[in-house]
C-alpha cells in the first residue's frame, strides 16, 4: 500500500480501494458540517429549555408544593407540549435527513485508475479528483492538470469574476466551476478544508428571513417584560386579598394569573406548522433546505425566472446547422462534431454530439466554453481553428479584425439570426478562422483573429408543458414575473410569448447601464432581459430588493447560484449543478416548475393559519393581564384558580389551535402580520378581562356576599385530604364566583374563536361544536366539576352568559370596525 506522501500525490491512476480505507479508518475524510435539521439534542434543548418553559416550570414547582395537584394540570400540559414539539421535530428531521441524503451531493474521483461518482462525504485525504463545468470543489488541494479551468471563487473573496487556475495553483473548498475541467489531489479535507475554518464560506448558513418567526420573537419579547412587571403585582395583590388563607393560597391565586399571560402553545404550534409543511412538501418533490422558505414563498412578489430549465425543460436538442457565404454543409458538420468530441462539452455541445458524429480530428488546442465569455473554441491538426458561440458576440468581434468578412455578409447573417430567434429557436454562430489556438490554454483566452461566419447552428428547447398554468397562476395571484436568461432576447421573449406571457419589448441586457437607479428603472417596466451575465442576475436581485420587492429567483446553473443566494428565496431545479442546488432554500427534485404553486399554497396556508392561532394566544394573555391589574386596583381575589384557566384554554385555545394551525388555507399574503395580532388580540383579551372581573364581582353579589368573603370562606381543594374534599363538597357555593367568572370567559373566547375561524367551513363548525360540548361536559359531569371546582346554578349560568355576550358583542365590534383584519381572514373560494 502506498503511504501518504510524494508517491501517492503524483500517481495518476488514483487511490486504490485499501488505500481509501486505510484513510477511512484514520478518520481523514471529508465529512461535511453542514446539516439539513437540527440535530436531536437540539431540538430537545429548543423545545424545553425555553423562558416560557422556565417560567412555568418554576410556578409548577410551587403549586405542587402547595399541595393542590389539580391546579398543577398546566405543568403536564407543558410536558405534553414539549413532547410533542420534539416528537414531531424528530420525525420531520427523519425524513429531510433522508431525503437529503438521497440528493446529496456527488464528486468524480480516480479510484484504482477509474473514474467513480462518491458522495462529497465519502471523499477521502489524497483522492484525484476530477472537475468538470458545474461541479463545486470539495476540498483544498494543488492542480495537477487544468484544461482551460475557471473558478467562481465569490464566496470567499467577494469577487464576482471566474479565476482562471492553471497546473500547480492551489484551489479552495467552497468554489465552483464554471469553466473547464480539471484534476488535483484532496489534501485538506473536511474539518481542515479552508471552507470549514472561515466564518465567510460558500456554505455558510444564511438564515432566511421570516416575518412569522421575527413577528414571534418580537412578540415573545414583549410578552417576556409584562411578565416580569406583572408577577410582583399579582404576589402583592393576591397577598392583600387571601393572604390570611396562607402562604399556598396566594402562591396559586398568582399562579393562575401569571400562566394566563405565558403563551406556552404559539411557538410550538409555530415551529410544527413549518415542520409539516416542510414534510407535505417532500411528498411533492420539493425538498426544503431551510423552513422559514415555505413562508417565504407565500411572501413573494417577483419571480425571476431562468428560461432554460424552468421555462424549457432544459435539455436542447440540435435542429440544423445552415452554411454562410461557399462553406460546405458537409465540412460544416464534421467541425460541429469535432467541436462536440470534449469530454467537458457544455449543453449546447452535448446537444451537437447526440446528432452529429464525431470526424475523429486530432484536437491541437481548446478554449472551453464560459458564459461570461459566451464562446467556446478548438483548434484542429492540418485544420482551421473552429468557434462556436453568441452570435452578437462573434459578430460584433468580426469587424475589429483584420481580413473581416463583407459587411453585407454580417448584415445578412444578423438578420437570418434575428428571424431564427422570432421563431423562438436558440441560435449560435459557427465561425472559422486560420489562427491556431496555442496547445495550453491561455489563463484569459482572447477570439482568435479574422473571424469568418461559417454556418448557423439552431437548437430547440422543448418548452415545459406546466410553464402556461403555472405562469398563469403566478400572476393571478398578482406575482410579477420577470424572465432573465443569458440567451438571446429575442429567443427568450419568443419562449415566454410560447407560455402565454406578455413579454412586451425584450431587452439586451449588454445595453442596460451599472447605476442602479436605471437598473430599477428597466425592471420596472420591461418583463424579458437576455444576454444576462451572471453579476447581472445579482444586480437585479438587489435592484428589486431596493424597489421594496420580496424576490424568488430560480435557476439550474453555475451562473445562477450568486443570485439564488442573494434573493430572498432561492429555488433550484433538482437537476442543476451541485453549486446551485448548495445555496437554495427551496430545491425542484423532479425538476417541476409546477411545484411552485404548491410552495406558494403551504406557504399562505401557514402565514394565515399562525396568524389565527397567534390571536388566541395574544388575546389569552391580553385578558390575564387586564384581570390582574384589575383584581389589584379593586381589591379583590384573581379570578381563576390555575385549573380553571387550563380548562378554557384547552377548549377555546390549545385544542383549536392545534387543528386550525394545520387546516388548509387560501387567504393571499398581507404584510402586517404582527400589526394585525395586537390590533385584534389586545383589545379583544382586555374586553374578556374586564367582563370576567364584572361577572366575578356580580356572581359574589347575587349570593349576598362579596367575592371577597366567598374566597375567605372557601379554601381551594388541594386533595390533600378526604375530609377537606368532603367539606369543600358540602359548600360547593364557593366555587360560583370563578365558575361564574369560567362561563364568560368561555363565553367570550369561543366568540373570539369563531371570529377567527372564518370563513366558516363544516370542519370549522364541527371543531367549535365538540370544544363546546367539552366545556359543557366539564359542568354537568360531576366528577369533572368537582376537578374543576365548577357549580353553577342556572340562574348563575345566564347573568354569566350574559355577561360573556356582552363582551362577545365588543370582540365582533372590534373585529367588524377594521377592514384591514377582515381582508386578512378573507379566504377565495
Known amino acids: ?133 458545474g461541479d463545486e470543489v470539495p476540498a483544498d488541494g494543488t492542480l495537477t492538470a487544468s484544461a482551460g479551468l475557471e473558478l467562481n471563487e465569490a464566496n470567499l473573496t467577494g469577487e464576482s469574476d471566474p479565476v482562471a487556475h492553471d497546473e500547480g495553483d492551489e484551489i479552495r473548498s467552497g468554489t465552483s466551476v464554471v469553466a473547464g475541467s480539471g484534476r488535483y489531489h484532496a489534501r485538506d479535507v473536511g474539518a481542515d478544508a479552508y471552507v470549514n475554518r472561515i466564518a465567510a464560506d460558500a456554505r455558510k448558513f444564511t438564515r432566511t428571513r421570516s416575518e412569522i418567526q421575527a413577528s414571534t420573537n418580537t412578540l415573545l419579547t414583549y410578552i417576556t417584560w409584562v411578565i416580569v412587571a406583572a408577577l410582583p403585582i399579582a404576589i402583592w395583590s393576591q397577598w392583600r386579598t387571601v393572604g390570611d388563607q396562607g402562604w399556598q393560597q396566594v402562591v396559586i391565586r398568582s399562579a393562575a394569573g401569571v400562566v394566563g399571560l405565558v403563551p406556552e402553545g404559539l411557538v410550538l404550534l409555530t415551529s410544527v406548522a413549518f415542520l ?171 477570439l482568435p483573429g479574422a473571424l469568418v461566419p461559417a454556418a448557423l447552428v439552431t437548437l430547440t428547447e422543448q418548452v415545459r408543458p406546466d410553464a402556461s398554468q403555472t405562469l398563469a397562476y403566478l400572476r393571478e395571484q398578482d406575482v410579477a414575473i420577470k424572465v432573465v436568461s443569458g440567451d438571446n432576447p429575442v429567443t427568450v421573449a419568443a419562449v415566454a ?106 406557504g399562505r396556508r401557514v402565514i394565515g393559519n399562525v396568524e389565527r392561532v397567534a390571536n388566541l394566544f395574544v388575546a389569552k394573555n391580553a385578558m390575564s393581564l387586564v384581570a390582574i391589574l384589575a383584581a389589584a386596583v379593586i381589591v379583590v381575589p384573581f379570578p381563576f384558580l390555575p385549573r380553571h384557566l387550563t380548562l378554557v384554554s384547552a377548549v377555546t385555545i390549545g385544542i383549536p389551535a392545534f387543528f386550525l394551525a394545520l387546516g388548509p388555507n387560501r387567504r393571499r399574503y398581507l404584510p402586517g402580520f404582527l400589526h394585525r395580532i395586537l390590533r385584534f388580540a389586545v383589545p379583544s383579551g382586555a374586553v374578556a378581562g374586564v367582563v370576567v372581573i364584572a361577572s366575578y364581582l356580580l356572581a359574589g353579589s347575587s349570593e349576598g356576599v362579596t367575592a371577597d368573603e366567598f374566597a375567605s370562606r372557601c379554601p381551594v381543594d388541594t386533595g390533600a385530604t378526604a375530609a377537606t374534599a368532603a367539606a369543600v363538597a358540602a359548600d360547593v357555593a364557593c366555587w360560583r364566583p370563578g365558575s361564574g367568572a369560567t362561563i364568560t370567559l ?77 381582508a386578512a381572514h378573507h379566504e377565495p373560494d
Open 746 to 822: 368561555l363565553t367570550v373566547f369561543f366568540w373570539i374563536l369563531v371570529v377567527l375561524a372564518r370563513p366558516f367551513r363544516p370542519w370549522k363548525a364541527a371543531l367549535v361544536g365538540a370544544m363546546a360540548g367539552l366545556a359543557v361536559a366539564a359542568f354537568l359531569v360531576p366528577p369533572a366539576a368537582r376537578f374543576f371546582n365548577l357549580d353553577a346554578p342556572l340562574p348563575l349560568v345566564w347573568q354569566s352568559l350574559a355577561a360573556g355576550a356582552v363582551g362577545a358583542v365588543l370582540v365582533e365590534v372590534i373585529y367588524r370596525t377594521s377592514p384591514s383584519l377582515r
Open 497 to 602: 410569448r410560447a407560455v402565454g406571457l406578455d413579454a412586451g419589448e425584450p431587452v439586451d441586457a449588454r445595453t442596460l447601464p451599472d447605476d442602479p437607479e436605471a437598473l430599477r428603472s428597466a425592471l420596472a417596466t420591461h418583463r424579458v432581459f437576455g444576454r444576462v451575465t451572471p453579476e447581472q442576475k445579482r444586480a437585479f436581485v438587489h435592484a428589486l430588493q431596493a424597489d421594496g420587492h420580496v424576490v424568488a429567483m430560480t435557476g439550474d446553473g453555475v451562473n445562477d447560484a450568486l443570485a439564488l443566494k442573494d434573493a430572498d428565496i432561492g429555488v433550484a431545479m433538482g437537476n442543476g449543478a451541485q453549486a446551485t442546488k448548495a445555496v437554495a432554500d427551496l430545491v425542484l427534485l423532479d425538476g417541476r416548475f409546477s411545484h411552485l404553486p404548491d410552495v406558494l399554497a403551504e
Open 1 to 133: 500500500m502506498t503511504t501518504h506522501g510524494e508517491s501517492t500525490l503524483t500517481r495518476t491512476d488514483g487511490l486504490t480501494a485499501a488505500e481509501v480505507a486505510e484513510r477511512v479508518s484514520r478518520g481523514a475524510v471529508n465529512r461535511l458540517t453542514e446539516r439539513t435539521s437540527r440535530s436531536v439534542g437540539e431540538i430537545v434543548r429548543a423545545n424545553v429549555l425555553t423562558r416560557f418553559n422556565a417560567i412555568l416550570g418554576a410556578l409548577f414547582v410551587l403549586v405542587m408544593v402547595t399541595g393542590s395537584f389539580a391546579d398543577g394540570l398546566f405543568g403536564i400540559v407543558l410536558v405534553v407540549n414539549s413532547a410533542i414539539g420534539i416528537a414531531q421535530e424528530y420525525l420531520a428531521k427523519r425524513k429531510l435527513d433522508r431525503l437529503a441524503l438521497l440528493n446529496a451531493p456527488t464528486t468524480r474521483v480516480v479510484r484504482d485508475g477509474a473514474v467513480q461518482v462518491v458522495a462529497t462525504s465519502e471523499v477521502v485525504q489524497d483522492d484525484l479528483i476530477e472537475l468538470r463545468t
Open 276 to 446: 409539516l409543511s416542510a414534510v407535505q412538501l417532500t411528498r411533492r418533490q420539493v425538498l426544503v433546505q431551510q423552513l422559514p422558505a415555505v413562508e417565504g414563498l407565500a411572501r413573494v412578489d417577483v419571480v425571476c425566472l431562468d428560461k432554460t430549465g424552468t421555462l424549457t425543460a432544459g435539455d436542447i436538442t440540435f435542429d440544423d446547422a445552415r452554411p454562410l457565404g461557399d462553406h460546405d454543409a458537409d465540412e460544416i458538420r464534421s467541425a460541429l462534431g469535432a467541436l462536440a468530441d470534449d469530454p467537458n462539452a457544455n449543453g449546447t455541445l452535448t446537444a451537437v454530439a447526440a446528432a452529429l458524429g464525431s470526424p475523429g480530428w486530432t484536437r491541437t488546442g481548446t478554449v472551453p466554453f464560459s458564459s461570461a465569455r459566451k464562446w467556446s473554441a478548438a483548434s484542429f491538426e492540418g485544420r482551421p481553428t473552429w468557434v462556436l458561440g453568441a452570435p452578437e458576440v462573434l459578430l460584433a468581434a468580426s469587424p475589429q479584425r483584420p481580413q473581416r468578412p463583407a459587411p453585407q455578409l454580417l448584415e445578412a447573417v444578423r438578420a437570418e439570426v434575428a428571424e431564427l430567434a422570432d421563431a423562438g429557436r436558440r441560435v449560435v454562430l459557427l465561425a472559422r478562422s486560420e489562427e491556431q489556438l496555442p496547445s495550453a490554454t491561455a489563463l484569459h483566452p482572447q
